[in-house]
């Protein structure tokens, strides 16, 4: 994605740090820890700068009477009235939107992977960033490793 937009949203695990092991039992926040963070921050910019809803899956109607009744709900629901100019807009942000599909699938579960990149003290604050493209896939390469041998013990 590499927007570089900031929303606030706070850890609910420290999944992996390279130093010590001891500090992901802890829980201890510090800097360049691996953190599960909350994705619905996320997801509501997602849906405002794009106007697409990441994990919406599509239903197959039930029954044709149904699915007239639900179209006309959903259509309605769906349908906001946008100015011109927020649609050329959206227009405009969906020209270079790619999402990587291990981002869409951790927007799925709920929570983000992010690396924290300040040095969290006594503020209550940590900075960071979530975790895209081959350093995504290395750390999610090393919780896979770490779940086996975790279940083999």
């Not at 992996?16 to 360049?32: F, G, P």
């Not at 579960?109 to 900075?127: E, K, T, V």
Request: aromatic share 6%; with cysteine; charged share 30%.
């Amino acid at each position: 994605m590499e927007e570089c937009e900031v929303e606030g949203s706070s850890p609910r695990y420290v999944v992996y740090n390279a130093s010590n092991n001891e500090l992901v039992r802890t829980q201890t926040l510090v800097k360049s820890a691996i953190v599960q963070v909350d994705a619905a921050p996320f997801k509501q910019w997602y849906l405002t700068h794009y106007g697409v809803d990441i994990c919406r899956k599509k239903k197959a109607p039930a029954t044709k009477k149904e699915s007239a009744e639900g179209q006309e709900g959903d259509a309605a629901a769906e349908e906001t009235k946008k100015s011109n100019h927020v649609k050329r807009k959206l227009e405009e942000h969906q020209k270079g939107r790619e999402l990587d599909a291990h981002i869409e699938e951790q927007f799925g579960s709920g929570s983000l992977l992010a690396c924290i990149s300040s040095r969290p003290g006594q503020c209550g604050r940590a900075d960071g960033y979530i975790l895209e493209g081959k350093e995504l896939e290395f750390y999610m390469k090393k919780l896979q490793h770490k779940k086996g041998k975790e279940a083999a013990a």
